[in-house]
């Protein structure tokens, strides 16, 4: 099923783990059953366009999230798109849009995804997952072309108002909007909470934000029936500006990622990590960059420099295997031999 359901995003193939004894020795793949269960809370994760949280896409469930989220929105904006024609209103065009934008942040990162399969070559040693990083950058301009477009519309609507018409169509497209984005907030906050996603979850939370855009356009209506018709493109320029606040978080996070950002958390769970491990006095570095949404953390240790060679690989193992089940998006992991040192375990700089 697993496997099924990856490749419908074209993400089939299976990610190697690979640890260094500080001379750049890879190992195969391992599995790793520690008996017991690491529940760390790390907090919401905040909603962006253009970057799936690895959580998400490292999970069968999660990739089943995405993909029918992604058919419910397209639904819904297609039903609104049909209103659009026939009323003429500036604010449900730009909802329409926003929801559009929100569903087809999945095909680009679908192709990268296809692109991330190739395996690693002379030429792209370590693989071609940054290709998703660009397909963020080509997701927010879309985005940002998205808003510019709506916010042409409102303007254009205020300066040279026009007639908006089947009011009774243009409310009931606003309820279904709201239907859609609530439907799929349910569906990833449920599905979110079966597999323990916080970023799921808060995915779900902002789908349950968007269904107000949509409430907006009622509002709109409402007030061009009674009697205000400047309250259609007014609704539409405030969408505007909303979908713009989408674009300047989405590419703060895109950018970051590309930029070898972390969230500093992430280090913290490596020292964690190392001092559930007997025999390691210090956690003397600890790094951590994204390829694509597969995580690569590089850590340097310090153990007694009298152990023998078998003991001190024992060690590696065991942080390596402790570091799998701290951080579940975790794809390779690395670790080498500092200087020994006095100190607690899991002590870092």
Do not use: C
């Amino acid at each position: 099923m697993l496997g099924r359901l990856l490749d419908w995003f074209g993400l089939g193939g299976h990610g190697s783990h690979a640890h260094a004894l500080g001379h750049g020795h890879d190992h195969g793949p391992h599995e790793h059953d520690h008996g017991h269960h690491h529940g760390h809370d790390h907090g919401p994760h905040g909603h962006t366009h253009g970057v799936i949280d690895a959580t998400i896409a490292s999970t069968a469930r999660g990739i089943w999230a995405i993909k029918w989220s992604f058919v419910m929105l397209v639904a819904t904006g297609l039903m609104q798109v049909a209103v659009v024609l026939v009323s003429g209103s500036v604010a449900l065009l730009a909802d329409t849009i926003h929801n559009f934008a929100d569903a087809t942040t999945a095909l680009p990162l679908w192709l990268a995804f296809v692109l991330a399969r190739r395996p690693p070559s002379r030429r792209f040693p370590y693989g071609l997952g940054r290709v998703e990083d660009l397909a963020g950058i080509l997701i927010v301009l879309i985005i940002l072309f998205s808003a510019m477009v709506a916010g042409y519309e409102a303007i254009g609507r205020l300066l040279h108002p026009q007639p908006v018409t089947n009011l009774g169509w243009l409310i009931a497209a606003g309820l279904v909007g709201f239907a859609g984005n609530e439907a799929v907030a349910i569906f990833r906050i449920r599905v979110g909470r079966e597999i323990n996603s916080a970023a799921l979850i808060a995915d779900g939370y902002h789908a349950r934000t968007d269904g107000l855009t949509s409430l907006a356009v009622v509002v709109g209506a409402l007030g061009v029936a009674a009697g205000f018709p400047l309250a259609d493109p007014i609704i539409g320029l405030a969408i505007t500006v909303a979908i713009l606040g989408i674009v300047w978080q989405s590419a703060r996070a895109v950018l970051e990622r590309m930029l070898d950002g972390v969230d500093p958390h992430l280090l913290d769970e490596v020292a964690h990590a190392a001092g559930h491990v007997p025999g390691i006095r210090a956690v003397r570095q600890a790094q951590a960059r994204w390829l694509g949404h597969k995580l690569h953390v590089e850590v340097e240790i310090a153990v007694d420099n009298s152990l023998p060679l078998a003991r001190a690989q024992a060690i590696v193992a065991d942080l390596e295997a402790e570091l799998f089940a701290h951080i579940p998006a975790l794809s390779v992991a690395r670790v080498r031999f500092g200087a020994a040192a006095d100190g607690p375990a899991g002590a870092a700089l």
